[in-house]
């Protein structure tokens, strides 16, 4: 079935560690996206891609980043987990930039303690 | 700044009609979406709207005007499989999504 995967689903981490969360798309789509999404605010937009081997930082970027490889893969990296970094995080897609029906991922439940 | 404004949580019966009403301030404009969350799961695409009017899919329909950077989303024949949050989301000029909190609707017997 084509669409979106995540992985881990969930994840606790300690504080200082490393973290990649990983996201592939099968539906050949340009732009994809990755989200925080915490109690009582809106999906919040942390880096996006619009196509293979661009980037872009969204509204939450520090202590984040991201590669754009090829089409299909969009990981996201904490370099040094931070509490403040417990979340639920979403990847999507989208065929264009910004444009049209976005698909998302099933999320990733991070808690970094 | 850009912002987006909607209820944080509503209640209905099942059967009845809702509104959910979404009011949005950005820079530039190209289009307003509407996804529906379940409780522990990802957003799903409900409509999108880039004209003025109304878009009917269903028991859903969309209701857009620019001029007064308002929208809404209307639930008819309500079915308790629709309490979920609903998020209005608003594409400023640069194509971005920028999202609100979402409302929470919950679906009586």
């Known amino acids: 079935i084509a669409g979106i995967t995540q992985a881990p689903t969930s994840q606790i981490l300690a504080a200082g560690r490393r973290m990649t969360l990983r996201c592939t798309q099968d539906m050949r789509h340009n732009a994809m996206y990755w989200y925080r999404q915490d109690l009582g605010l809106g999906l919040r937009l942390i880096h996006y891609s619009n196509t293979a081997g661009t980037t872009g930082k969204g509204e939450v970027p520090d202590g984040y980043s991201v590669s754009r490889a090829n089409t299909d893969d969009f990981p996201l990296t904490l370099a040094s987990a931070v509490p403040s970094q417990t979340s639920v995080y979403f990847c999507a897609s989208s065929e264009g930039q910004g444009g049209g029906e976005a698909f998302f991922g099933q999320g990733t439940r991070l808690t970094v303690v | 700044g850009q912002n987006i404004d909607q209820p944080t949580e509503m209640t209905a019966t099942e059967g009845a009609i809702v509104q959910i009403n979404c009011t949005y301030q950005?820079?530039?404009?190209?289009?307003l979406f509407w996804y529906q969350q379940h409780a522990g799961e990802a957003p799903t695409f409900l409509s999108y709207n880039v004209l003025d009017g109304l878009e009917e899919k269903g028991r859903f329909s969309s209701f857009l005007s620019r001029s007064k950077g308002y929208s809404y989303l209307l639930l008819k024949e309500l079915q308790m499989k629709d309490s979920a949050s609903y998020l209005c989301a608003a594409t400023d000029s640069n194509y971005q999504l920028i999202w609100g909190a979402g409302t929470k609707l919950i679906i009586k017997p």
């Open positions: 950005t820079s530039g404009f190209n289009g």
